[in-house]
């Protein structure tokens, strides 16, 4: 079936529709809603039998919704409607939620059923939550609403408040007002709430130090307490804690307010943007072993089952700026040294890594100097996974992964994937040849054709199309906790194996006739040539490409690699 996805950004859940129904053989083509006629011209152009919108902050045209059938997915339960759907559900603590698919009419998120699915909030933020628990949702509803469209004999359901199984209603916009903490009232639970109802946007506008900043991200604290609520009382790691009536919580990202007439603010690491303020305050470290005891806030988190070791890494958005990759460098390291025979990397959920962190160099005070530094080190961590042949290393992704992240993940033994996870394995939209050693490990996964084809197109794979074409060696169904209670009972097998020992003799006769026909150290001084004209040479797109995605700069048009895919399925 002939579908267009029109959708206000080509985001996570977009990619994830994007990617479910081509593999299911439909044609999908892709229009950014950046404009009325813009939409009119890519229905004239595609004459879609379906039009779905996976995420959508504009309205579609009456003349395309009466013509057309034109299905919308709101992420919200069956009479759920208004723009701060998620907001509103972590706000009040709801146990349950859902992802309505309902056709587009006049009135907002007022349209007939088509199909509704439900789930458990889960305690964390709402872009962590839209990411997973929405998106399976979604993609599940939306699936559903396809194959009913599909068979031509479904009557999608009128909104009936009357009925017992609507239970949402119509809510108002959740503005800051709202939104705002009363750190002498407000117990850490309530905290935590509207802070994760506003990540990762638009956050939560306070003042600290005598500026307004909004706040990103909220998480808990076990063991630091404050003489008054609201007071800064430690750092770790570029994130800052703030105390409570009863406890205390941290914040890793922080944006500045920004002023009339003054420049664009970004998110950045919170220590970093008070730099300035944080004198006093100290820094109280966790090492990662400590971490997975403990409920507090930490990016890196190690804990050993028999003779498998997991090495837990999660950063905000996925991005790991240097210092980020320095610290899971030494991390890796230290786990790598532990005696045991199979090393799991990766989050237990939400992302495993995009790459460089584009934040950080932005505001850097030379981002071509920090884009250098960042590459460089990403590289160590992805060398050390390369080299290292006394264990298995196996890179476990129940999230997205994409660019660089996606590369690292390719440097372990085995890549096991969560099927729900959207993978993008290509630098080239952000003006970037790559490094990372990409030149030796994806075309040894999917040979050096596949190579150029997956890094030139630049599209998003689901999970079990990069299985068919070897780019990962397993995937497994079920939510994030399911994924992860597979892993560790895949980990723990291959531990047992009694053909574990034969294994790493041969990845250490591989590496070693890998090394002796091309050294590592030649991938790396030829991607980093390459990088470093990125960075450096004049008229190079990478800095204005940083720039635009940093500061959310609009598109004027859908990109072309999007558009022409009409009549390609899979």
């Known amino acids: 079936m002939r579908i267009l996805l029109i959708a206000s950004a080509f985001n996570s859940l977009t990619q994830r529709v994007h990617t479910e129904l081509r593999g299911r053989g439909h044609q999908v083509a892709v229009q950014l809603a950046l404009g009325d006629e813009q939409m009119r011209a890519a229905v004239d152009r595609t004459d879609p039998e379906l039009i779905v919108c996976p995420m959508l902050t504009r309205a579609v045209p009456e003349d395309i919704w009466s013509t057309r059938t034109v299905l919308i997915v709101h992420p919200g339960p069956k009479g759920d409607r208004g723009p701060s759907s998620l907001d509103w559900a972590i706000t009040e603590g709801a146990e349950r939620w859902g992802v309505t698919v309902l056709q587009a009419v006049a009135e907002m998120d007022a349209g007939d059923i088509w199909a509704s699915v439900e789930f458990p909030l889960t305690g964390c933020g709402k872009s962590e939550l839209y990411r997973n628990e929405v998106a399976d949702a979604a993609v599940e509803a939306v699936l559903l609403a396809v194959q009913r469209f599909e068979g031509g004999l479904f009557t999608p359901e009128p909104l009936d408040y009357d009925r017992s199984d609507v239970r949402g209603r119509l809510r108002t916009f959740l503005g800051q007002d709202a939104r705002r903490i009363d750190w002498a009232a407000d117990d850490t639970a309530t905290v935590l709430r509207k802070l994760r109802a506003a990540d990762s946007q638009p956050g939560v506008l306070d003042e600290l130090y005598g500026r ?9 604290e076990d063991e630091l307490r404050g003489p008054v609520p609201g007071a800064v009382i430690a750092t770790r790691d570029g994130a800052i804690c703030r105390a ?32 300035d303020e944080l004198y006093r305050v100290r820094e109280v470290p966790v090492t990662p072993s400590e971490a997975a005891r403990r409920d507090t806030w930490s990016e890196l988190r190690y804990h050993e089952d028999g003779d498998v070791g997991f090495l837990e890494f999660a950063y905000a958005g996925g991005a790991m700026s240097t210092e980020q990759c320095r610290r899971l460098l030494a991390a890796y390291r230290e786990a790598a040294d532990r005696p045991t025979s199979v090393l799991v990397l990766g989050a237990a959920r939400d992302f495993f890594s995009n790459g460089i962190h584009l934040n950080v160099i932005e505001g850097a005070g030379f981002p071509a100097l920090e884009s250098w530094e960042n590459i460089n080190a990403m590289d160590d961590v992805v060398e050390a996974i390369l080299t290292t042949t006394d264990k298995l290393t196996v890179s476990a992704l129940a999230g997205n992964a994409a660019a660089g992240g996606l590369m690292l993940a390719l440097a372990a033994d085995e890549v096991w994937c969560r099927e729900s996870a959207v993978l993008n394995p290509h630098y080239r939209l952000m003006g970037l040849y790559g490094s990372e050693y990409w030149t030796y490990t994806l075309p040894r996964r999917v040979g050096a054709g596949q190579a150029e084809r997956l890094t030139a197109e630049a599209l998003p794979l689901g999970a079990e199309q990069a299985r068919r074409i070897g780019l990962v060696d397993h995937t497994s169904s079920g939510n994030a906790a399911e994924f992860r209670r597979w892993v560790a009972r895949e980990a723990a097998r291959r531990a047992r194996s009694p053909e574990l020992t034969a294994r790493l003799v041969e990845k250490k006769r591989r ?20 990088m470093h004209a990125n960075f450096y040479r004049a008229g190079e797109p990478y800095h204005a490409l940083r720039r635009d995605f940093v500061h959310k700069v609009c598109p004027v048009a859908t990109p072309e690699h999007l558009t022409g895919l009409l009549g390609r399925p899979e």
């Open 511 to 530: 590496r070693a006739a890998d090394e002796e026909e091309r050294p590592l150290a030649d991938h790396r001084a030829e991607e980093l040539r390459r």
């Open 212 to 220: 307004e900043y909004f706040l990103h991200g909220g998480h808990p």
């Open 244 to 275: 409570t009536v009863d406890g205390a919580v941290w914040i890793p990202q922080l944006r500045r307010r920004r002023t009339p007439g003054g420049p664009a603010t970004f998110k950045l690491p919170a220590a970093t943007v008070l730099v």
